[in-house]
C-alpha cells in the first residue's frame, strides 16, 4: 500500500503544483492540503510499520478512492477527470488484494501470482496514461498561453488603437490649428501683397508724371499757341468786314479764314493727343486693364521710353542719358494688351536708370550712361532687347531678380515688385523674359512675342 499512497500524495501535488495557477475555491485548497498531509503521514507509518496493516490498507485505498471521487466530482477539476483514470487499474489491483488477504486468505495464494502480473501490468497502463494526460495537459497549457498571449495581444493593440486614435486627434486638431494660422497668415500675406503691388503701381505712376507733364504740356503750348493765332486772325477779319464792302480784300480774309481752318485742325489734333495721354494716366493710376488688340509695338516703346526718361529727369537725382532707338520698322502691328506692356517698358527702363545711376556714383564722370532699345522681326515671334551698360548683375543673384519681393536696392527705395509683375505681364502675353548680363559692363533683358 505504500505504492498508493505515493500515488495519492503524487495526484494531489501534481494538482496542486500544475494547476496552481487556477483560482480553486478555499474548499478545493483545504481538501488538497489535508490530502496532502494525511497521504504523506500513511506513507511515514507504513515504513515504520507502526499500525496494523490492516488499518493502514483500508485507510490508504480510502484516501486514493477519496482522491479520485474528488477529481471525478469537482466541477473545478472537469479537465482532469482523465487523471482520474490513470492510478484507476493500480488501486483496483490493491483493492481486489486487500480483499482476497482479508476476507478469503484460502484463496489468496493461489491468485498472487495473478494479481502481481496485474499490478504489473496496471502500473504500465498508468504509466502510458499519465503521459498521454501530461500530453493533452501540455496542448491545453499551451493552447491556454496562446489564448493569454492572443488576449493580451489584442488588449495591447486595442490599446495602441486607442493611443493612436487620441495621437490622431491631437495631430488633427494641431493640423487644423495650423492650418488656420496658415490661412490668417496667407489671407494676410495676399492682402499686403495686394497693397504692395498696388503701391507698385503708385510708383510706376509716380516714375510716370513728371514725363506725362512734360508730354502734355507740349500739346498745350500748340493748342494755347494756334488758338491765340486763330484769335488774331479772326480779329483781323472782323477788321476787313466793318470796311466797306468795296474796299475788302476778298482774297485776304479767304486766307485768314483757310489759316484758321488749318488752327483748328491742328487744335483738334494736338487736343486728340492730350487726351490720349491723360487716359493713359488714368488706366495706370486705376489699375484698369485695356484690352488686346493690334499695337505698334515700336510707336509704344518709343513713346513710353521718352515718358519714363522726362519722369527720371524731372525727379531728385536725375542722370544724362543716352537712348538709343534700334528698331525694325518692317514688324507689323501685334496683338499687345497696350496699357500692360507699357509698364514693361516703364518698369525695365526705370531699373535701368537706377542701375546706370549706382554705376556713375561708383566710377569717375568717364562714364556714359546708354539706353538701347531693340526690336527684330523673328517670323513668327518678335524679339524686343533693353540693354544698359550699366553695373551689370551678379550670377549668384540673377535667377531671384524675377522672384516676387526680391529686390536689391537698399532701405525703402525698392520694393522687389517691378521685375516680378514685368514678368508676369510677358508671360500673360505668351512671351518669355531673359536676362543676360556681364559684371561691370551690362545688363540685357530680352523678351519674345508672339505675333498672334
Sequence with gaps: MILVNIISFFLL?????????????????????????????????????????????FLSLLLVGGIIFLIINSPELEKQKNLAVTPLPIVVVYVVRFLLETFLPQYFDKFENYLTAAGFFAIIWAVTMW???????????????????????????????????????????EILSQKEELQEALNHLKSTQDQLVQQEKLASLGQLT?????????????INNFSELSEDFLVEIESELKKDPEKLDMENMLDLLEDVKSNMKKIRHHGTR????????????????????????????????????????????????????????????????????????????????????????????????????????????????????????????????????????????????????THDIVKSHGGTLEIESKVGEFTRFKILLPKA
Design 13 to 57: 501535488y501534481y494538482l496542486k503544483k500544475f494547476f496552481g495557477g487556477e483560482s480553486f475555491s478555499p474548499e478545493l485548497k483545504r481538501y488538497f492540503k489535508w490530502g496532502m498531509i494525511a497521504s504523506g503521514a500513511l506513507f511515514v507509518t507504513g515504513v515504520s510499520e507502526l499500525p496494523p496493516k490492516l488499518l493502514f490498507d
Design 274 to 421: 492730350a487726351d490720349k495721354i491723360v487716359k493713359s494716366m488714368l488706366l495706370h493710376s486705376r489699375g484698369e486693364k485695356g484690352e488686346y488688340k493690334e499695337t505698334d509695338l515700336n510707336s509704344l516703346i518709343g513713346e513710353y521710353s521718352n515718358l519714363a526718361f522726362h519722369g527720371m529727369r524731372a525727379n531728385p537725382n536725375p542722370i544724362n542719358v543716352e537712348i538709343v532707338l534700334n528698331l525694325d520698322q518692317k514688324i507689323p502691328p501685334i496683338n499687345l494688351n497696350a496699357e500692360d506692356f507699357s509698364r514693361v517698358i516703364l518698369n525695365l527702363t526705370k531699373n535701368a536708370f537706377d542701375a546706370m545711376r549706382d554705376k556713375i556714383n561708383a566710377v569717375s564722370s568717364e562714364y556714359k550712361a546708354k539706353l538701347e532699345f531693340r526690336t527684330k522681326d523673328l517670323k513668327d515671334k518678335v524679339l524686343l532687347e533693353i540693354e544698359d551698360n550699366g553695373p551689370g548683375v551678379p550670377e549668384e543673384i540673377r535667377d531671384k531678380l524675377l522672384m516676387p519681393f526680391f529686390t536689391t536696392k537698399k532701405g525703402t527705395d525698392g520694393t522687389g515688385l517691378g521685375l516680378s509683375i
Design 131 to 173: 503521459l498521454n494526460h501530461r500530453k493533452e495537459m501540455k496542448s491545453l497549457q499551451i493552447e491556454r498561453l496562446i489564448s493569454k498571449e492572443k488576449e493580451r495581444q489584442l488588449f495591447l493593440a486595442q490599446e495602441r488603437k486607442q493611443e493612436l486614435e487620441r495621437l490622431v486627434q491631437e495631430r488633427t486638431s
Design 210 to 222: 513728371a514725363g506725362i507733364a512734360h508730354e502734355i504740356k507740349n500739346p498745350l503750348n500748340f
